[in-house]
């Protein structure tokens, strides 16, 4: 849809005081600073890793020398995309405008919109490298997401005159990388007493722990220590 007076009826009036809006400090080619750029004419490239050898073994005398194979570990592709942008005005628009030349301010703008979307995109690599699934290298693992779980407890806690106590279970939502999301079941319990007569110094300790394979088993670990209170 062009541009028209419709959008611009402030710019039609006289008594305007000033046009702003694409005057702010801008950053520009911070890609550069992070990624490597390189020209192409195919609709993707690849790259891929090679695994090379193992350490090499110790030969006893008159024997055989042992042989290694070198494959391909894994290939990262990058898949090409294309972003395109423009813009009309009417013939009145121009015209009647008092105050600017709206072609090339909005050629500007345009050349504006595009490097920003280079910078976004970009950066959404970094942004997203906790997100499962959003950017997984040629290994098929994202940059730092190793997986999550979200606990949905429901405790208790109690104290005494020199201890205190907690206890909580409830299911656990278990998200690995490149995995199916599963279910089990969590919980802790802890506790801690005062070691000094004004309290302040106190010995804690926590045994956790959760399900593993649908009930099956379970993974289990202990936290023991000592903390000041100021």
Do not use: C
């Not at 050349?111 to 970094?126: D, G, P």
């Not at 429901?154 to 205190?164: F, H, K, L, Y």
């Amino acid at each position: 849809m062009a541009i028209s007076r419709a959008q611009l009826a402030k710019e039609l009036e006289p008594g305007l005081n000033a046009l702003f809006g694409m005057e702010y400090t801008r950053y520009e080619g911070q890609h550069a600073e992070i990624f490597d750029t390189e020209s192409s004419d195919r609709a993707f490239e690849e790259e891929v890793m090679l695994s090379g050898f193992g350490a090499a073994p110790v030969k006893g005398e008159g024997t055989g020398v042992t042989f290694d194979d070198a494959n391909e570990a894994y290939t990262a592709r990058y898949n090409h995309e294309t972003v395109a942008m423009a813009f009309s005005i009417t013939e009145e628009a121009v015209e009647d405008n008092l105050y600017d030349r709206l072609a090339s301010r909005y050629t500007r703008a345009l050349a504006r919109s595009m490097a920003h979307t280079k910078q976004v995109k970009a950066a959404a690599i970094l942004n997203n490298a906790f997100t499962a699934g959003a950017f997984a290298g040629g290994d098929g693992v994202d940059m730092d997401y190793i997986g999550s779980t979200t606990d949905f407890h429901i405790g208790v806690e109690g104290a005494g005159e020199d201890t205190s106590w907690y206890l909580q279970a409830g299911p656990a939502l278990v998200s690995p990388d490149n995995g199916e999301a599963d279910v089990e079941f969590s919980g802790k319990i802890g506790g801690a007493v005062a070691i000094t007569a004004d309290k302040n110094l106190n010995l804690y300790g926590e045994v956790s722990f959760i399900t593993v394979d649908d009930f099956n088993a379970a993974n289990v670990g202990t936290k023991i220590g000592v903390k000041y209170l100021f």
